[in-house]
């Protein structure tokens, strides 16, 4: 994840126009190339945060900070109060551990096969966890039976797939073992429109004396060769869009920062996102009133906030993220104020926050936002793989490199 390492390598062809089959198998080389990687760390490390390092220092993740992250994605899993549970890509179980035990039903599936080990190893007769060995299949589905998932977790695993189109087939793929008021958790994703500055400050660390343009140069190199997905917001949007559109449900979506107590890579540059499915008929969030932090009383805007949001008025927006821009507020002093699901990320600029007095108010139709629908910074990892397919091909003739 940066927050796991590893770099998949590529065997495929190298043509930019591929039939539905292509596209599949394409898929498929790259999930088996990282569940490769990530079964060589958990056999030779049997520590579930093994593979955990800052994108930034390029450093293992401290205990602590792992403790802040893990803890971060256990609350607002909890916060959603369901009862059957479906995680994709659980790894070695960390957060279902912490979830199970509060559950009815927590099922697991990851493809690598010696994290799933890991993960049965730690399951308890109080941690009462099915886990299977899979990727984007959803076929154990059925042969488990048993009740619909009213919950799905994707918790920092979006950022190893391809493209944003994978990420809408293995939702369309779960979507009819979901309740009708389902809810499906996407946690820890990299923000797209931030890449560039996160390279940079990876690219000072390097080369602290670099000048400006070789900083730039250094950002733009790491940018373009990053084997991670990066999205923003509207990608989201429109993958809950297309899942209303196949089956004429409707879902709703909200966009979280992660509120960690400590100034790291994983609370910068990540963000949470919370599909909602609605019962059919049921009513969607409308538009709060809204007030921006610049119109605020100037003299003490964060007292005027919390009076502005105590009085239920709506929602405050534009709220300088004090990680990112070096004042303002912190998601984590926000959240701890107001709670997780009073504070958004800026739709318009990932550096601000929004803070509404009603979690509600945050939450947007998919269907009726055309900024949800609008074009937003992506970076997909599948052209570093083609790239590297292409590189394979021709110095070792399709040979893994």
């Given at each position: ?202 690219a000072r660390r390097l080369n602290p004396f670099a000048s400006i343009d070789d900083i730039d140069g250094a950002a733009t190199r790491l940018a373009q060769s990053d084997p991670e997905l990066l999205v923003s917001p509207g990608h989201i949007g429109r993958c809950g869009a297309s899942l209303g559109e196949e089956d004429g449900s409707q ?151």
């Open positions: 994840m940066t927050g796991k390492m590893g770099t998949p390598h590529s065997v495929d062809s190298d043509a930019i126009e591929r039939t539905p089959q292509q596209r599949q198998q394409e898929w498929t080389q790259f999930t088996d190339q990282w569940a490769q990687v990530y079964r060589s760390v958990y056999e030779d490390d049997q520590d579930v945060l093994a593979g955990w390092t800052d994108f930034v220092t390029g450093e293992r993740l401290s205990e602590d900070v792992m403790s802040q992250w893990l803890e971060c994605s256990r609350r607002r899993v909890a916060a959603l109060a369901k009862r059957s549970v479906l995680e994709i890509g659980g790894g070695t179980g960390m957060l279902a551990a912490k979830l199970a035990p509060s559950v009815d039903r927590y099922v697991m599936s990851d493809p690598a096969a010696a994290a799933s080990d890991v993960m049965m190893a730690r399951a308890t007769d109080s941690t009462p966890i099915t886990v299977r060995a899979a990727a984007h299949e959803t076929h154990y589905l059925d042969a488990l039976g048993g009740p619909l998932f009213d919950c799905v977790v994707i918790n920092s695993v979006a950022q190893y797939f391809p493209e944003c189109a994978y990420l809408s087939f293995v939702l369309a793929q779960i979507t009819p073992y979901l309740a009708d008021d389902a809810v499906i958790y996407l946690g820890d994703l990299r923000i797209a429109s931030l890449h560039h500055e996160q390279c940079r400050e990876r879902w709703s979506v909200a966009f979280y920062p992660r509120p960690m107590r400590s100034d790291c890579d994983l609370a910068r540059y990540r963000f949470d996102a919370v599909l909602y499915r609605a019962r059919p008929g049921a009513s969607l969030p409308v538009a709060a009133a809204v007030t921006r932090w610049e119109d605020l009383d100037r003299v003490d805007r964060a007292g005027a906030l919390h009076d502005y949001l105590r009085s239920g008025a709506g929602e405050i927006v534009s709220v300088p993220n004090s990680l990112l821009l070096g004042y303002g507020l912190s998601p984590f002093e926000l959240a701890q104020q107001y709670g997780e699901y009073a504070v958004s990320i800026g739709l318009d600029d990932p550096k601000r926050l929004w803070v509404a007095a009603s979690a509600d108010a945050l939450r947007f139709d998919v269907h009726a936002n055309d900024w949800l629908r609008s074009s937003h910074d992506i970076h997909e990892p599948i052209t570093v793989f083609r790239k590297r397919t292409s590189s394979a091909s021709s110095t070792h003739g399709g040979g893994l490199s």
